[in-house]
């Protein structure tokens, strides 16, 4: 018989006495005290302290597959008798499955090599082999705990380069050295890190081998920090754990029976230094993320600065002495002599093709725009902090089913200005057509995750609470703000339309409106690629993300960038007397969302270890679903953005 140990780590949880509370909290995240067992309600201790310290365990996952799998499903040490808690929608959506788990610890009592439970395997069973060869996966792709302590992460620090410490929010459940001896993930830190006392940690030798972490070190107080440090020991009985052995392994090649056993030790440290309010600090500190956040500030403030002084030079420079000059013709010989973007005023506000379809695209793109600005500024707020969990997503899907009526009316004051009379079908396809993509690819990768038994799978009544705000509040706002929309006359222009249209001359190469929506998209990403970076990070190589105050400032020089540089375009092919402005405007800001994408596939191949169809499946899958978002978004407001440019101009335009 073959005994493995699963040693889990070291856990050291940092707590703080704090003498005043007068400090103002979010809803939903007020401090917790904590007192000695026997010490609660007595006099001069804060009322209501708790002596339990309860861990909840969380989903697992990997920078190496996109499908996370729930804590219980790798069978580790589980307890079923409590209720887990309740989750929000925004944690469903991001596949979160808080559970509660069987460590529990009392307040400043320490704890050596507690054993937790016993697994039992024999691998001549088909499900105990199945069960390993789960486990033996999970190690392979580096799949990592989270585990939570006073709603903090209890996160796995260790030293990098240049001397500094980073703080993951996460710990591996073991690591792998393969068949040529080569040690991989978690390995090859615990083989290098000198906090690991014992020297055997280092002894990662064994070919074709799995190392499985197991034990856990943790500290009335606020907790202020929960630390990890995953270790491997080789017990001289399960049953009664010494924490004293060699690593325990479990060789690729290996059957027989085996029984593997989880034990955890808990130290308290007392620390007055830290604020209860800052005990996120040393988490966030040690992602070396703000000097890069400035430079990439900088760089889209620079590209700002351009395109204004361009658009100003045109504004009152160019724009000023044509207006000047047009305004001083007499005669319409003087008239017929001039060219530009003053000879296709008859014919610059005529209804573009597909209507229909730039109408409903622009309702989409006001509810999407008015949701990532309330999102952001609540952000920014600090009402979204990663304290709150599926806070973020939560708001945003909250945000657009009550934002509706404004997509509805929208939709219907342009289609009826473009002329349109079936405003039925327009309704429809506000209501349906761009959110019906997006449900719809969602619903297929969440068959695929169903398939895959990932924790990520929403579950069924999930989905049919989601149609239901769709159905039930999203479509019946839009209807209302498509009521007052058509039921307001049409948007009154400064000109009037000829009733033949003006034949558009022979365009250069950089007139043509392929170049220009190219040319078009470029400069608004290079405002945000650093960003992307950032935001990608933390979707799926799960890096916490906090900078919503940079988020929030690139978001604005986004919408500046993007409607200065279609305004320019479109000044550009006004005078060369190319009057299509409608839907090369929104085409031409909407290009970032090309680059987005291309960017994210240079992400994924340069940047991601993601194995496997389904993980891949489902990358690009969730990708285009954002490019998709991202489209109508900047589209819309290179729309809106021609559209005040084009009415300003001609509105101060004397025309016969």
Not at 193 to 218: G, I, L, P, R, W
Not at 414 to 423: L, R, V
Not at 510 to 526: A, D, E, H, N, Q
Request: hydrophobic share 45%.
């Amino acid at each position: 018989m073959c005994s493995l140990h699963r040693a889990r780590g070291s856990v050291l949880v940092i707590f703080l006495l704090l003498h005043s509370a007068t400090s103002f909290y979010l809803p939903g995240l007020a401090p917790v005290s904590f007192c000695e067992p026997g010490q609660t309600g007595k006099e001069n201790e804060v009322p209501d302290c708790k002596s339990t310290i309860e861990i909840f365990v969380n989903r697992l996952d990997s920078v190496e597959s996109v499908l996370p799998y729930e804590y219980t499903a790798f069978d580790f040490c589980a307890i079923d008798s409590e209720k887990r808690p309740s989750e929000n929608l925004g944690q469903v959506l991001f596949g979160e499955r808080i559970e509660p788990s069987p460590y529990k610890f009392e307040f400043k009592k320490k704890v050596d090599c507690k054993p937790v439970c016993t697994k039992s395997y024999n691998t001549n069973k088909p499900e105990d082999k199945a069960h390993l060869d789960f486990l033996k996966k999970g190690m392979l792709l580096n799949y990592q705990h989270h585990w939570i302590v006073d709603n903090m992460p209890v996160t796995w620090c260790y030293d990098v380069e240049d001397g500094q410490k980073f703080c993951n929010p996460g710990f591996p459940i073991g690591c792998y050295v393969t068949e040529a001896g080569r040690p991989k993930d978690a390995c090859v830190v615990n083989s290098v890190k000198t906090f690991f006392v014992s020297s055997f940690q280092s002894d990662f030798k064994d070919k074709d081998t799995f190392y499985v972490f197991n034990h856990n070190e943790a500290a009335g107080a606020r907790l202020v920090a929960a630390k990890m440090e995953p270790k491997s020991y080789k017990h001289t009985k399960v049953e009664a754990p010494d924490c004293a052995g060699g690593p325990m392994y479990l060789n690729n090649k290996f059957s027989g029976e085996l029984k593997i056993g989880y034990t955890y030790s808990v130290q308290f440290v007392e620390d007055t230094h830290i604020r209860w309010a800052s005990r996120w600090d040393y988490i966030l500190e040690s992602m070396p993320h703000t000097n890069i956040q400035w430079f990439s500030i900088m760089n889209s403030l620079v590209i700002v600065l351009f395109l204004s002084g361009m658009v100003a030079m045109i504004m009152l420079r160019t724009l000023h002495k044509d207006i000047a000059r047009y305004n001083q013709m007499d005669s319409v010989e003087d008239a017929q002599e001039e060219f530009g973007w003053k000879l296709v005023h008859g014919d610059v506000f005529r209804p573009p093709r597909k209507g229909m379809l730039l109408s409903v695209f622009l309702g989409s793109g006001t509810q999407i725009f008015i949701m990532m600005f309330v999102t952001l500024f609540f952000a920014c707020l600090g009402f979204l902090s990663p304290a709150n969990r599926g806070a973020l997503m939560t708001c945003a899907v909250v945000l657009w089913v009550l934002l509706g009526t404004p997509a509805g009316y929208v939709a219907a004051r342009f289609y009826k200005s473009f002329g349109g009379e079936k405003w039925k079908t327009n309704v429809l396809l506000t209501c349906f057509l761009c959110p019906g993509v997006v449900f719809a690819d969602f619903f297929v990768m969440n068959l695929i995750l169903w398939g895959e038994g990932s924790s990520a799978a929403m579950p069924f009544g999930t989905l049919v609470a989601i149609l239901a705000l769709w159905f039930c509040i999203s479509v019946p706002l839009t209807f209302i703000g498509a009521y007052f929309g058509f039921k307001k006359t049409g948007i009154e222009h400064p000109v009037r339309t000829n009733q033949i249209p003006r034949q558009i001359p022979e365009q250069s190469f950089y007139t043509r409106s392929l170049p220009g929506i190219v040319m078009g998209g470029i400069l608004p990403f290079g405002c945000i690629f650093i960003q992307l970076f950032f935001i990608l990070n933390s979707i799926w190589s799960h890096q916490m993300y906090y900078m919503f105050g940079f988020l929030f400032l690139v978001f604005i020089i986004l919408v500046i960038t993007c409607s200065e540089a279609t305004i320019l375009l479109c000044y550009f092919h006004l005078c060369a007397e190319d009057y299509h402005w409608q839907w090369r405007s929104f085409l031409t800001s909407g290009f970032t969302a090309v680059y987005f994408l291309v960017y994210a596939i240079h992400y994924f191949f340069s940047k991601l270890q993601i194995t496997g169809l389904a993980s891949t499946i489902l990358y690009f899958g969730y990708t285009m679903i954002m490019a998709l978002i991202f489209f109508l978004f900047t589209g819309t407001i290179g729309f809106f953005a021609c559209f005040w440019f084009v009415t300003k101009i001609y509105s101060v335009v004397k025309v016969d």
